[in-house]
Structure formats: structure tokens, C-alpha cells
């Protein structure tokens, strides 16, 4: 319902009938809020309620999607009053410079001023924008390769048929990359891609796309290996691993294997080296895994409270720093469980860690150490001893006493940021590039078998690389396959990595 405050029906009747509905929908905005306002409550009772209340992330961000679909409802059913024209400041982010434009001109319905019929000038205009879609669509490149015959010696010449990223096959670099964007970075399934193909017509067999992710993947896997070299050659990682299952068909079930994450994380003290991480596949979880990733490797490495970590500090040249993140993690389910005193008093001293975190989080290195030294060193010089009493008056058995006893055995590496202004407190930057798996595990279900799960690790480094360098993943990824199809020299791999091919293409355009 549209209102014009400065034309407003003179007649009675009218404008009690205009009244009545804008009652009615009063009303009806009222009810619905009160609806809206009862699911906002249950939502936060999932999430920051009792353990056996909370929902699913992923559960609560749907349900948070159709609350915000009923709050566009009732704010499109408000009535909208007409207001003088003005210059009003815009609302919302302009909308991206390199998105092509598309402009609709439209003019008044007559030449001369309808108030005097005198002519009309132009006096400027008013220009507004719209977001639209343009479908994706399939299209056939059509190669002709013109025969050429010599009369006099009867030589026939062609043009050599150009290389494909899959020997003899259909597709094309730019769709190759789409179905492998749609698979690792969508987490959308080949058997839900061969569906949405077939509504444009196309029969693409979910055998056929996985053949193509194969091919693919060969092309890819040389670039997987110089990103984990230039990666490896840090000297402060992150590393962590995480559960796929990968189908056993002997055994007619799905087998446990494993992700194993590195990442490099240096914006948080202004290193030079650009963010990336780095995805090894493995059967297993044996302590043997990370020492043969990390053969080569020198330095600090942030980790979690995986024993097999420990064996990397026998050689001399690996330090290991702990993860706060998870020691707070063991105090919080505590304080959960049983409303302990003493679990809300280490987590209200680890949130004082994190609170000087916050104040010299992008300073360089020597900065950081330097607020730590002043501000964080005296908490934890008084936490250690709290903790040992603490301990001394619990039962042995308690989960409270197991939660004190998993920060006291890790305090050397808990306390290394106190030594090092680049290491951080905890292992953040790797759980975030973890979480992708996740939600592709719930999509995917299962690899296929070791290959895919190496495919897994191949495609998910280079993508979330690409994330992390603000990167977008299709563009970049279906030029690196046109170029190694064209003949991108091996020797000059680097000027493919994420961060490298962003600049060149900045100082193309």
C-alpha cells in the first residue's frame, strides 16, 4: 500500500476505508512480529542455551535465513509513504565497479509540460541500481581446422589440433573449473551437478564428471606441490587434522582417513608472507604423518593436544606452541556441566589474555611482544600458581582436575607468545581453513577412495588459498588450467600461486 501525504482523497467515505485497512495492517504486522520475536528466543535457547538445547550451525543459519526472508515479508506489506524528493545518502554498499552495467533510460510520457504545455529541458537526471542475474549457460566452441592442399606436390597442411585439459574430451578449462568449484567450494555433489546439467539439456553422467575431476586434478597437482613448498619453507605454521571417511569397498563400509591442515598465517603482526594453507591426505593418524610433512620444516608450529605433535621436537630445530583456544575449551564444558566457580574464574583469566590479544592484534612483532611482556606476562605469572592450588583440593578423577592438568602440562607451549611477538595464542587460522571439510563431509559423505581423498587435498589447498588471498576461486582457477594447457613453463610455477597471480592481473588492468 502506497500513501501520497500530498494527495490524500478529500472523500469520507475513503478515508475511513483507508484508515480501516491500514488498522488491519497494523494488525497483522503486530502478530507477526510477536511470531518472529518467539523464534529469535528459541534460536538464541539453541545456541547459547544448555548443551542438549543448542542446534546445529549449520541448522541455525537456515533457520536464521527464513526469519530474515519473514522480516522481508512484513517490511514489504508496511505501507510506503510518498515523500518530496530528495538526496538521500545511500543505505547499502555501492555495488561492485567491475560488474558490467546495463542502462535503461526511461523518459517522461510527454514532450511538453503538462501544467502550461510550454517546452520541456533536460535538467539532469536520477540514476539508481539494481542487481540482476544472468543465468549460467552451456555453449558448444565449435573448432574448425581448415585443410590446405599444394597442387603442385599434392601436400595436405592443417593446424595441429589445439591440447585439452582431458584428452579427447568435451570440456572445456572454464567448465572443468566449474564443476570443481561447485564440488570442493560449493560442496555441491557430481550426482547433484549431472542433475542441474541435465536441466539445460545436457546428459552428463556423474561417472563422466568424475573422470573430469581426475584429469583435472592431474593438471593441478604440480601447483599443489609448490604450494606446499613455499609453504613449508615458513618457519611459524599452524597444523591440525581433521576425519574424512573414505569408502572401503572390501569391507562393504567407509574407513577413517585424514586431512592433514598446515597453514600460514602472518597478518596478524604484519609478516611478509602472504596467508595459505596447505591439505595432505592420509590413511591415518599416526604420529608418522606429521613428521614426513614436516620433514624439512624449522621453526614454531602452532598446534592442538595431539601427542604425535611432541615427536616433531626430538630433532631440536621444531618448537611447539599450544593452543589456549582448546585449554580454554576444557574449562568452558566444565563450567557448562557444573556451574564451577573455579572454571569461571580460568576462563575469566584466559579472556585477560585475549583482551591484550585484541589491543595489539596487526602490530609488528616487537610491538606485540612488548604489551605481552608488560600486560599478559604478570596474569599468567599469578595463573600457574592458582591453577597448581586449585589442582591440590580436587579429586583426582574430576573433569575439572583433567582440565587444569591439560593446561599445566602444555604451560611451556602455552606461554611461548611471551617469548615471540609472532606467535599467536591459539590455533584459530588453521581451525577456520578446517571448517570447509566439514561442511563438505557433510555434503560429500564419503571419498570415493585414497585417490579421492587426495583429490580432496589437492583441490581444497588451492581453493582456500585463493579465499584466503581475496582471490576469486573460478576466475583463477580456470586461467591456471588454460595456461598449463597452453604451456605455462614448469619452471615458472610461482607466477601461478594465488597471491602472485593477483598482482599480475592488478597491473594488467
Partial sequence: MRLDLDNLPSDVGLLHQLVRDMASLVDTRNDEIERLQAIIKKLQRMQFGRRSERLDPDQLALGLEDLDADIGRVEESRPVVVEAASDPRPHRTP??????????VIVPGHEVCPCCGGAMHGMGESVSEMLDWVPARLRVVRIARPKYACRACGNLVQAPAPERVIAGGLATPALLTQVLVSK????????????????????LARSTLAGWVGGACWWLEALHERLRDDVFTSDHLFADDTPVPVLDPGRGRTKTGRLWVYAREQRGWGGPAPPAAVYLFAPDRKAERPLAHLAHFKGVLHVDGYAGFERLTARGDIVLAACWAHTRRKFYDVHQQTGSPVAEEALRRIADLYAVEAKVRGSVSDDRLAWRRSLSAPHLAAFKPWLEAQLAQLPRSSTLADAIRYALARWAGLTRFLDDGRIELDTNPVERAIRPVALGRKNHLFAGSDGGGHRWAVVCSLIETAKLNNVEPYAWLSDVLTRMVDGHPATRLDELLPWNWALSHRADA
Fill in 95 to 104: 555495488l561492485p565497479d567491475h560488474l558490467e552495467r546495463e542502462d535503461i
Fill in 184 to 203: 570442493y567450494c560449493d560442496h555441491t555433489p557430481l550426482y547433484r551437478q549431472s542433475r542441474i546439467f541435465a536441466r539445460h539439456g545436457v546428459d
